[in-house]
């Protein structure tokens, strides 16, 4: 059948076909943008509304940073997810995080929090920075994540910490030191007696200067501002999503659960493979995020599909002039059950504009074909310049080719809308 390319301004996962649009009804918000450009038109929106914010910027590293993913059986198509290189060095990247620090300090809440996650080399300079911003009393932690993973130096100590600055927007934040306890459990203590209470709690006891000290086995630890407990996600680690620099969700659980309450805001304006949201997401936070790289949209909107808290969220597209043109190749079926009519939409063919496709672990052609090209496709319908998905088929790892039909029943008066994308990040739509 003939189709017609339509460029809507972002999608919708929430049912809205009765309603006109409410932006304060979704769960989660990810703008696909610069992220000065998108905390510009933002920071009016939610000025003093966001309770935390954590961000994990580029580390000012020179390098570029990747996406990785397996196409079934052929292979791993590898991506350039982000470039983490600055024209003019340390002065266009410091530049660049004053203007994001100055956003983030105007949309918190007046007791919220803000994490900026650095390593050794812009923790110094950040930390001037944001005193600057925030001001020195308002300075609560440096958190060392301490992790055992990637390789040891042999000319200087291994770096084995990523440095977490962490400020409160004023002296009333809101922290729940509570909610990140942990048991101190039955771990032998040298030095300590094991002993049961009148009430049958077990606790470990140690005589120091004349004074007897009780540790119950059920009673809590809080974590000191040394995390050595989470590790970095290992190579086969099932919530790693191939995307470059991800961080583990046990990381941001302890963040979040900290410093934000149910039902509140919290941001990532550097949100790569979606850790914050889809953490956020599942601890019943609204969440804000934000990303350049189309692959990162792409990771996150997969992932958030996949959770189970099932939560609604829109997509915000800053550009939606996909470059080049595929071909491609759709069958539609109706037959009429009134007052619905059941489509059955096959997708046939798609050649994507790009070709010469290398696996670069085997550095051999890859030699996708036809579906082997399409790494997700939904059919829904648009309403005020959105679109609203109906039913969608996301191809996983394993998988090769995704499966080529849907069938959905939907009222006679949907003009229904086709979204494709291929395993590159360009995405389509088009009128059915
Ligand atoms: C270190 S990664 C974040 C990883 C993330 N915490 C996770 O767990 O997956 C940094 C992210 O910042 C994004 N980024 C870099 N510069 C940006 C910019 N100017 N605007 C928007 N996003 C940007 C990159 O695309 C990348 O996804």
Known sequence: MTVVQVYPKGECHYDNREKSIDFHNIWGQFFWADVLDGLAKLVDLYRSKIQLIYIDPPFMTGQLFRYRQRIGDKGIIEHVAYRDQWKEGKKDFLDFMRQVFEYAYEMLTPDGSFYVHVDYRTSA?????????????????????????????????SRKHDNILFYRKSPDHYFNIDAVGVKRGNRKRNNMKKEVDEDGRVFWSIKSAGKIYRYYEDSKVYPSDVWTDISHLHQRDPERTGYDTQKPEALLERIILSSSRPGDYVGDFFAGSGTTLAVASRLNRRWIGIDSSPHSVHVCRKRLLAQEDDKSFAIYYSNNKPKGEPVISIEKGQTCSMPLIMNTIRLVDYKSPKCAVKDTKNNKDLDLVGLEHVDYWAVGYIKDEFFYPISCQKRYERDKVIKDTMQLAVPSSDELVIQIIDVWGNQYFYQL
Do not use: V
């Open 125 to 157: 300079y950040l930390r001037i920075l944001l005193d600057e911003i925030f001001g020195e009393d308002n300075f609560l932690n440096e958190i060392i994540w301490h992790y055992h993973s990637g390789g040891r130096a042999k000319k200087y100590f």
